[in-house]
Antibody, heavy 120, light 111 residues
Framework: EVQLVESGGGLVQPGGSLRLSCAAS????????MNWVRQAPGKGLEWVSY????????YYADSVKGRFTISRDNAKNSLYLQMNSLRAEDTAVYYC?????????????WGQGTLVTVSS | QSVLTQPPSVSAAPGQKVTISCSGS????????VSWYQQLPGTAPKLLIY???KRPSGIPDRFSGSKSGTSATLGITGLQTGDEADYYC????????????FGGGTKLTVL
């Protein structure tokens, strides 16, 4: 069974940092691209970042470029999101999502999400 | 303001049919596959449709997808109260820099 479990969320002050993790199981993690998607309270889905299976290709949303860094450790079946210079508008539930990749890119499995609250 | 435009809400009675539109441009829907996601209250999104019109295993054939030009449509027939959820379309966008885009979401109410 495919499982994605996020962790690392919490309350952080504006300007602070946080590192999110996503532990994957039930599939060959190194064969899939991965994404982070967030959802602010009461709002819609917002894509945050993409990383290919080998980490050779990485994309970011303009709203987080220069502040967030996506990475993965295929040996540990884990995906990460390092978030720096956090702002109030980064407050959201953060989901990791598996991506088939290539021309048929779509998010076929999602984690349960971890809440990040940026507030003083 | 989302790059992909969806109606904020739609409603229909149980047993009826509803469609949800997703309008984009040549840099996204026009040149890429569209997928659809269902988000039940308080839960993570779930894949409903991929590659414009394909259903993952376990998704009933009451759910269908189509694409024409720069627009896509999700159809749901035989509506059930359990279908009440938010629905999102999504695809890659290749304008300026590559990035994934979601529609703003559509709240389905089954009256």
């Amino acid at each position: 069974e495919v499982q994605l479990v996020e962790s690392g969320g919490g309350l952080v002050q504006p300007g602070g940092s946080l590192r999110l993790s996503c532990a994957a199981s039930g599939f060959t993690f190194s064969s899939y691209s991965m994404n982070w998607v967030r959802q602010a309270p009461g709002k819609g889905l917002e894509w945050v970042s993409y990383i290919s299976s080998s980490s050779s290709t990485i994309y970011y949303a303009d709203s987080v470029k220069g502040r967030f860094t996506i990475s993965r450790d295929n040996a540990k079946n884990s995906l990460y999101l390092q978030m720096n210079s956090l702002r109030a508008e980064d407050t959201a539930v953060y989901y990791c999502a598996r991506d088939i990749g290539g021309s048929s890119s779509h998010f076929d499995y999602w984690g349960q999400g971890t809440l990040v609250t940026v507030s003083s | 303001q989302s790059v992909l435009t969806q109606p904020p809400s739609v409603s229909a009675a149980p047993g009826q049919k509803v469609t949800i539109s997703c309008s984009g441009s040549s840099s996204n829907i026009g040149n890429n596959y569209v997928s659809w996601y269902q988000q039940l209250p308080g839960t993570a999104p779930k894949l409903l449709i991929y590659d414009n019109n394909k259903r993952p295993s376990g998704i009933p054939d009451r759910f269908s997808g189509s694409k024409s030009g720069t627009s896509a449509t999700l159809g749901i027939t035989g509506l059930q109260t359990g279908d009440e959820a938010d629905y999102y379309c999504g695809t890659w966008d290749s304008s300026l820099s590559a990035h994934w885009v979601f529609g703003g979401g559509t709240k389905l109410t089954v009256l």
